[in-house]
């Protein structure tokens, strides 16, 4: 599994190695959104494939970030990273804020997925050169507030803030409290947060400016660049000073989209109503999509675990009737032996003839796993269960046989019957399936009707594609 390291100030160094060369545009995908925003996004991070792998915990769920390359880095592999960690999790594949060049390579991928783009997430985002012009009839508007906060305050200049100006920030947070006038618990926290954020002021990896009349700020931006684009984080202006927002939205643009910055990004509106008609008085060139990708499996195509008949054997969905049989089954310590998996790991201490079929069916419900029941005359002798799916159009089969019913090819007649249903019904691309090199009786099994796909220390491995 990856390792996550949950995101704080200390981390920023590690985080701008990857954000600071990324074109991704989207707010998300920078140190200090991460930082400010982490009571609600929870954001934990690891590196894997030269890749930065951020995992967000929103409503106590999980999401992942698009990863995010380094010089050498390998998008593909990072996802292989992301998806092999949702399954030893037992957690759910979610994409969430991809961006919108990013869908088709991710389609492509994932054969079933659920997409959404909701509207309220889209970011504003601005030409450089129209925020540092405000050039033409289209921005006419703009320009009379800024001669007009020229003419109300003459002597007001903007100006880049360092540590120094750090008792001027604060200053700034009283007039602004003093004023603010919004109920909304949202807006409460994100002036709250943001206050918190330009204690950094000085930090080399942001920018931050504001608009000074006699030694006073009646305005504050804090930015960091992204690539080609300057993600504007915090932006505030004391009420009543008539054009300081243009006014200080125009000079930020001048003094820090430079050198090469031709995206100016605001964020998204959350919203507000309010926000959303002054972001788009502002003109901007287009709106940043994020597309939520949770990807699903093969089995979101099945209402319910089919029955499949072979020469001698029936296979059906386990039943109430099979709680005695099944759970014998499971508690065979010898046999399980070579099942790999220890049921204690999980167990949660109901009796065991209701955790393991309750269990089989929640996996099946969750769309995890479909456990067949190996009949014999109608008695259970077995399960099939075909698992581990890896949203790519394989899933892993494993096959057990009760002890008196061994020997007799049982194993390998249901274990081909639900790999040939997974593969032509189910329309898998590959089932995959292992067993220990110890296990000479499941070896003989596995090579009777798959491929050799390799072997390790503890396994051999097989492999059966359409």
């Not at 008792?167 to 618990?185: G, S």
């Not at 000073?241 to 000079?251: H, I, N």
């Not at 194993?411 to 590959?430: C, I, K, M, P, Q």
């Amino acid at each position: 599994m990856l390792t996550f390291t949950p995101v704080t100030q200390r981390d920023l160094a590690r985080l701008r190695r990857y954000y600071k060369n990324c074109e991704y545009q989207l707010c998300e995908y920078s140190a200090l959104v991460k930082l400010m925003w982490r009571d609600h996004l929870r954001p934990a991070w690891a590196e894997g494939a030269g890749c930065l792998i951020v995992r967000n915990l929103i409503d106590g769920r999980y999401c992942f970030d698009y990863p995010v390359p380094g010089p050498d880095g390998d998008e593909d592999a990072a996802l292989a990273l992301i998806e092999d960690d949702c399954r030893e999790r037992d957690i759910p594949l979610v994409l969430s804020v991809v961006p919108q060049e990013k869908a088709e390579r991710l389609a492509a991928r994932y054969p079933y997925f659920r997409f959404s783009s909701p509207r309220v997430w889209r970011d504003y985002i601005y030409a450089a050169d129209d925020l540092r012009d405000f050039a033409g009839r289209r921005y006419s508007g703009q320009r009379n507030h800024i001669n007009k906060f020229r003419k109300l305050y003459p002597d007001a200049a903007f100006r880049p803030l360092g540590r120094d100006d750090r008792p001027l920030i604060t200053q700034f947070w009283r007039d602004y409290e003093a004023v603010f006038t919004k109920e909304m618990q949202s807006a409460k926290n994100e002036l709250r947060y943001a206050e918190k954020m330009l204690r950094m002021t000085g930090s080399p990896h942001f920018c931050v400016g504001g608009m000074e009349l006699d030694g006073r700020l009646l305005s504050i931006c804090m930015a960091e660049r992204c690539g080609d684009t300057l993600q504007i984080h915090i932006e505030k202006a004391l009420y009543g000073c008539e054009g300081v927002y243009p006014a200080t939205v125009q000079a930020f643009a001048q003094e820090f989209a430079v050198d090469g910055v031709r995206w100016l990004n605001r964020e998204d509106d959350a919203g507000d109503k309010g926000l959303r008609t002054s972001k788009l008085q502002y003109l901007p060139d287009h709106l940043g999509a994020k597309l939520r990708f949770d990807v699903q499996n093969e089995l979101v195509n099945i209402a319910e675990i089919p029955t499949l008949t072979t020469e001698r054997l029936t296979l059906t969905p386990l039943t109430e009737a099979d709680k005695g049989a099944y759970t014998a089954l499971c508690l065979d310590d010898e046999r399980n032996r070579w099942w790999g998996y220890d049921f204690r790991k999980d167990y949660d201490g109901r009796p065991c003839e209701d955790y393991f079929l309750a269990v089989a069916h929640e996996d099946f419900a969750r769309r995890r796993a479909a456990n067949f029941a190996i009949r014999l005359d109608g008695a259970l002798i077995g399960e099939a269960v075909l698992y581990h799916f890896d949203s790519r159009g394989g899933a892993e089969l494993g096959c057990r046989i009760s002890p008196d019913f061994a020997g007799h090819g049982y194993g390998t007649e249901a274990f081909s019957a639900v790999a040939d249903w997974a593969l032509y019904r189910l329309h898998l691309a590959h089932v995959v399936a292992k067993c220990y090199k110890e296990n000479d009786a499941s070896y003989k099994m596995l090579a009777s009707c798959m491929h050799r796909a390799g072997e390790d220390e503890t396994f051999f491995y097989f492999d059966k594609e359409v």
